[in-house]
C-alpha cells in the first residue's frame, strides 16, 4: 500500500552509511589558487541537485514460496498472494529516498512458476511502459521512476543448487532487472554447508548463462580498507540471509535474530549472516550503480525492442491498408454482371410498355371508328 510505514529496520536500519554529502568528489587534477576557475564546485552543485530531488530506487523480492521473502521485508503475513508494493520515505542528514518493496507471491517447482514468471515479467514491463510514457509526454521534469532497480532472488537451502524453476525464472528476468541472488534461511544450515551451497549456486547461474547483477570494479586508487570490504562483498554472492520478525534477549542486550535451543542466530552479526553485507550494498554503496543499470541497460534494451515493436505493429497496419484498398476487380465484374441484367431488364419493361401503348392506341382508334 503505498506510504504505509514498514519498520525500515529489517531492510534499512539506518542511512548511516550513506556517505557524508561530497564524500564521492575526488580531485583528480589540484589547479593552482591564481589558476582557480571555479568548475572544481560542480560535484556539489550536481550533489546538491541531486539530494533535493531525492531518490527512487525500487526493490522487488522473488522466489520459491515460504522461503522468508515477505519476513526479510518485514511483512507480517502468512502468504502473499498478489505482487503487492509497500513504499516509505527516509530521509538522513537531508537526503531523501523513496523506497519502493515489491513482494510477490513464492511459486512452487511443480505447480505455478511459469504464470509467476509471467505476472513478474509483466509488472517489470509495466513499470519500463510507464517511464517510456511519461519520458515522452509533457510533464517529463517530475517523471516518479517505478522502474525495478533490483531483484532479490532467493534461492531455497533445502535443495542441492538451483531448482528449475529457479532457472526458468531467473533466465527471464535477468535481461530485464539487476538480480541479486540470495541463500534463504542460512540458519538451518551449517558454515561448511552454506560454501558449498554457495559455490555450486554460482557454477550453476554460470552454467545456465543466467546474468545477474556484476558489481563494478571499484578505483584503483580507492583506499585498501574499501578494496578489502569490495572483494569480501563480491565473494560473498549469493548473500545468505536470514529473516526474522523477532527480537531476543542475549546477555542483557536485545537481539534481532531467532533463538534456538543451542543459541541464536543474530540477523545483524556479520559472522552469522550476509544481512548486513546485502543491506550495506543495497543502500550505502551500489544504489546508485544498480540505478545506472537499470536505466543504461535494462530500460534502454526495453525501450529499443518497444520501439521497434511498435513500428512493426504500424507497419502491418499500412501494409493491412495496402491490401484493403487495392481495387477488388472480383467484386467489380460481379458489380458489371449485376448493371448489365438491370439494363437489359429495364429494356424489357420499356419494349412491354411500348407494346401495350400501341395496342392501347389500337384499341382506341378502332373504338373513335366505330363510334363514328
Ligand atoms: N529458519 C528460518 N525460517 C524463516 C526465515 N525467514 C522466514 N522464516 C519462516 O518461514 C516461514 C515463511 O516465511 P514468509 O516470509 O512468509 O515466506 P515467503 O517467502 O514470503 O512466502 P510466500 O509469500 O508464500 O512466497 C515463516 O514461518 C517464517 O517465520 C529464516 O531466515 N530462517
Ligand atoms: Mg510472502
Given at each position: 500500500m503505498p506510504g504505509e510505514h514498514v519498520n525500515?529496520?529489517?531492510?534499512?536500519?539506518?542511512?548511516?552509511?550513506?556517505?557524508?554529502?561530497?564524500?564521492?568528489?575526488?580531485?583528480v587534477v589540484r589547479k593552482e589558487e591564481d589558476e582557480?576557475?571555479?568548475?572544481?564546485t560542480l560535484p556539489d552543485q550536481v550533489h546538491r541537485k541531486a539530494v533535493r530531488r531525492g531518490f527512487d530506487f525500487t526493490l522487488m523480492v522473488v522466489g520459491e514460496t515460504g522461503l522468508g521473502k515477505s519476513t526479510l521485508i518485514n511483512k507480517l503475513v502468512n502468504r502473499t498472494v498478489s505482487i503487492e508494493k509497500k513504499q516509505l520515505e527516509i530521509e538522513e542528514k537531508g537526503v531523501r529516498v523513496k523506497l519502493t518493496i515489491v513482494d510477490t507471491p513464492g511459486f512452487n517447482d511443480a505447480v505455478n512458476a511459469e504464470d509467476s514468471w509471467k505476472a513478474l515479467v509483466d509488472y517489470v514491463d509495466q513499470q519500463f511502459q510507464q517511464y517510456y510514457r511519461d519520458e515522452s509526454g509533457l510533464n517529463r521534469r517530475n517523471i516518479v521512476d517505478n522502474r525495478v532497480h533490483c531483484c532479490l532472488y532467493f534461492i531455497s537451502p533445502?535443495?542441492?543448487?538451483?531448482?528449475p524453476s529457479d532457472i526458468q525464472v531467473m533466465k527471464k528476468l535477468h535481461h530485464k532487472v539487476n538480480i541479486v541472488p540470495l541463500l534463504a534461511?542460512?540458519?538451518?544450515?551449517t558454515k561448511p554447508e552454506v560454501k558449498k551451497m554457495k559455490q555450486r549456486i554460482i557454477e550453476e547461474i554460470d552454467n545456465n548463462d543466467i546474468h545477474i547483477y556484476e558489481f563494478p570494479d571499484c578505483d584503483s586508487d580507492e583506499d585498501d580498507d574499501f578494496k578489502q570490504q569490495d572483494r569480501e562483498l563480491k565473494a560473498a554472492v549469493p548473500f545468505a540471509v536470514v529473516g526474522c520478525n523477532t527480537v531476543v534477549e542475549a546477555g542483557g542486550k536485545k537481539i534481532r535474530g531467532r533463538a534456538y535451543p543451542w543459541g541464536i542466530v543474530e540477523v545483524d552479526n556479520p559472522s552469522h549472516c550476509d544481512f548486513v553485507r546485502l543491506r550495506q550494498m543495497l543502500i550505502s554503496t551500489h544504489m546508485q550503480d544498480l540505478k545506472d543499470v537499470t536505466s543504461d541497460v535494462h530500460y534502454e534494451n526495453f525501450r529499443a525492442s518497444y520501439i521497434q515493436e511498435s513500428m512493426a505493429g504500424q507497419q502491418k497496419e499500412r501494409s493491412k491498408l495496402k491490401r484493403d484498398s487495392k481495387p477488388n476487380y472480383d467484386a467489380i465484374a460481379d458489380t458489371d454482371k449485376l448493371l448489365e441484367q438491370k439494363d437489359a431488364e429495364i429494356q424489357r419493361m420499356q419494349e412491354m410498355l411500348a407494346k401495350m401503348q400501341a395496342q392501347l392506341g389500337k384499341q382506341q382508334g378502332q373504338q373513335v371508328n366505330g363510334k363514328v
Amino acid at each position: 500500500m503505498p506510504g504505509e510505514h514498514v519498520n525500515s529496520d529489517t531492510i534499512l536500519p539506518s542511512m548511516k552509511e550513506l556517505p557524508e554529502p561530497g564524500v564521492c568528489t575526488r580531485a583528480v587534477v589540484r589547479k593552482e589558487e591564481d589558476e582557480f576557475i571555479g568548475f572544481a564546485t560542480l560535484p556539489d552543485q550536481v550533489h546538491r541537485k541531486a539530494v533535493r530531488r531525492g531518490f527512487d530506487f525500487t526493490l522487488m523480492v522473488v522466489g520459491e514460496t515460504g522461503l522468508g521473502k515477505s519476513t526479510l521485508i518485514n511483512k507480517l503475513v502468512n502468504r502473499t498472494v498478489s505482487i503487492e508494493k509497500k513504499q516509505l520515505e527516509i530521509e538522513e542528514k537531508g537526503v531523501r529516498v523513496k523506497l519502493t518493496i515489491v513482494d510477490t507471491p513464492g511459486f512452487n517447482d511443480a505447480v505455478n512458476a511459469e504464470d509467476s514468471w509471467k505476472a513478474l515479467v509483466d509488472y517489470v514491463d509495466q513499470q519500463f511502459q510507464q517511464y517510456y510514457r511519461d519520458e515522452s509526454g509533457l510533464n517529463r521534469r517530475n517523471i516518479v521512476d517505478n522502474r525495478v532497480h533490483c531483484c532479490l532472488y532467493f534461492i531455497s537451502p533445502y535443495g542441492h543448487g538451483l531448482k528449475p524453476s529457479d532457472i526458468q525464472v531467473m533466465k527471464k528476468l535477468h535481461h530485464k532487472v539487476n538480480i541479486v541472488p540470495l541463500l534463504a534461511k542460512s540458519d538451518i544450515l551449517t558454515k561448511p554447508e552454506v560454501k558449498k551451497m554457495k559455490q555450486r549456486i554460482i557454477e550453476e547461474i554460470d552454467n545456465n548463462d543466467i546474468h545477474i547483477y556484476e558489481f563494478p570494479d571499484c578505483d584503483s586508487d580507492e583506499d585498501d580498507d574499501f578494496k578489502q570490504q569490495d572483494r569480501e562483498l563480491k565473494a560473498a554472492v549469493p548473500f545468505a540471509v536470514v529473516g526474522c520478525n523477532t527480537v531476543v534477549e542475549a546477555g542483557g542486550k536485545k537481539i534481532r535474530g531467532r533463538a534456538y535451543p543451542w543459541g541464536i542466530v543474530e540477523v545483524d552479526n556479520p559472522s552469522h549472516c550476509d544481512f548486513v553485507r546485502l543491506r550495506q550494498m543495497l543502500i550505502s554503496t551500489h544504489m546508485q550503480d544498480l540505478k545506472d543499470v537499470t536505466s543504461d541497460v535494462h530500460y534502454e534494451n526495453f525501450r529499443a525492442s518497444y520501439i521497434q515493436e511498435s513500428m512493426a505493429g504500424q507497419q502491418k497496419e499500412r501494409s493491412k491498408l495496402k491490401r484493403d484498398s487495392k481495387p477488388n476487380y472480383d467484386a467489380i465484374a460481379d458489380t458489371d454482371k449485376l448493371l448489365e441484367q438491370k439494363d437489359a431488364e429495364i429494356q424489357r419493361m420499356q419494349e412491354m410498355l411500348a407494346k401495350m401503348q400501341a395496342q392501347l392506341g389500337k384499341q382506341q382508334g378502332q373504338q373513335v371508328n366505330g363510334k363514328v
